[in-house]
């Protein structure tokens, strides 16, 4: 069976290196893209993302943007979305939240904190009728 497939959209390097290790232990694969056009290109081409990990702060096209085309998508409307930023404002989290992300998780973040909010959206999400957190 082929492992679940999270898309990870971070522009910085070595949080994306990270990410991806700590993602692919807990037995996810990966596609990570390292700013908003490419998240875009990835969302269009209609990968079955179980989950989707955003960066606020990318390169063309912002997270925000981002949350708003996946709850747009047919095929990703009702995937979880978890927003990990460096903006740790009351407005970013709320507007994020609005926008229809399940959560927010500021940087720097703890490695075990993330992998289980990250499993706990994931398996809210495989319930029948139930759509992220």
């Not at 081409?45 to 960066?55: E, I, R, S």
């Not at 063309?60 to 903006?87: C, F, K, N, W």
């Not at 998780?105 to 809210?124: C, H, I, N, S, Y």
Request: overall charge negative; glycine content about 8%; some cysteine.
């Amino acid at each position: 069976m082929a492992e679940p497939l999270i898309l990870l959209v971070e522009d910085d390097p070595l949080v994306g290196e990270l990410l991806e290790y700590l993602l692919g232990r807990e037995g996810f694969a990966v596609r990570w893209v390292r700013d908003g056009r490419a998240a875009n290109e990835q969302i269009n081409a209609g990968q079955p993302f179980v989950c989707a990990v955003l960066d606020v702060m990318l390169p063309y096209v912002d997270g925000y943007s981002l949350v708003r085309e996946l709850r747009a998508s047919e095929q990703h409307g009702d995937i979880p979305i978890l927003m990990l930023t460096a903006r740790a404002q009351e407005q970013d989290v709320v507007r994020a939240l609005d926008l229809g992300a399940d959560d927010y998780l500021v940087k720097p973040f703890q490695p075990g904190e993330l992998t289980a909010r990250l499993r706990r959206l994931v398996r809210r999400n495989d319930q029948p009728g139930r759509r992220g957190a």
